[in-house]
């Protein structure tokens, strides 16, 4: 393991408890080894990008400290998503309902493009229901290959009817590192 670096991980949901599935996903993130959850964003509904016919999305940000490599998280989140059901591989299930999506959105302030992984992620300044919650969390952060912060890039995509603050979202969520102690409202 090497330094550690901040990283910002997306989770979504529009399949079964869509809830269980964003704790179970930070649970297992908390438990995994070179990794340490320090904030995480409100929990948002949102209508779904994709085929019709698809249930509303839960989605929400987390901030990591971790030690992994971006590859090595990549894989972690990967192997949290395939634990949960997810299938990955054909274009269909790309866009179609899932029990878990984890995106990586940023590590460090790198840029990288390589076979499976981009960062900043390719489609993050285009997401209002990744940009609400990330911003919660480091709206000055300067996107890394746009030059312009996070806030500004989500004032462009602002749309209030495109997401609501999920109301049964239980308090222990907000809480950093294993669901005991506090966490500030900024993990910058």
């Not at 509904?45 to 249930?55: A, I, S």
């Not at 109301?167 to 809480?175: C, E, K, N, T």
Request: charge should be negative; hydrophobic fraction near 40%.
């Amino acid at each position: 393991m090497g330094e550690s670096v901040q990283a910002y991980i997306a989770l979504g949901s529009n399949l079964g408890a869509r809830e269980i599935h964003l704790y179970q996903a930070r649970l297992a993130l908390e438990m995994a080894t070179g990794i340490e959850v320090v904030c995480a964003s409100r929990i948002y509904e949102t209508d779904p990008v994709g085929p019709e016919g698809q249930g509303p999305y839960l989605n929400a940000v987390l901030g990591l400290q971790t030690e992994l490599s971006a590859r090595a998280l990549l894989d972690q989140l990967l192997e949290i998503e395939r634990q949960q059901g997810r299938r990955r591989g054909t274009e269909i299930e790309r866009w179609s309902a899932r029990t878990l999506d984890l995106d990586l959105l940023l590590y460090a302030d790198e840029c990288k493009e390589e076979e499976g992984l981009e960062i900043p992620h390719p489609r993050l300044h285009e997401r209002a229901f990744v940009l609400e919650p990330l911003c919660e969390l480091a709206g000055d952060r300067v996107h890394p290959r746009l030059a312009e912060t996070l806030e500004t890039l989500r004032a462009r995509l602002a749309d209030p009817g495109a997401w609501r603050i999920w109301p049964q979202m239980s308090p222990d969520w907000r809480l950093a590192g294993p669901l005991e102690s506090p966490q500030s409202e900024s993990c910058q």
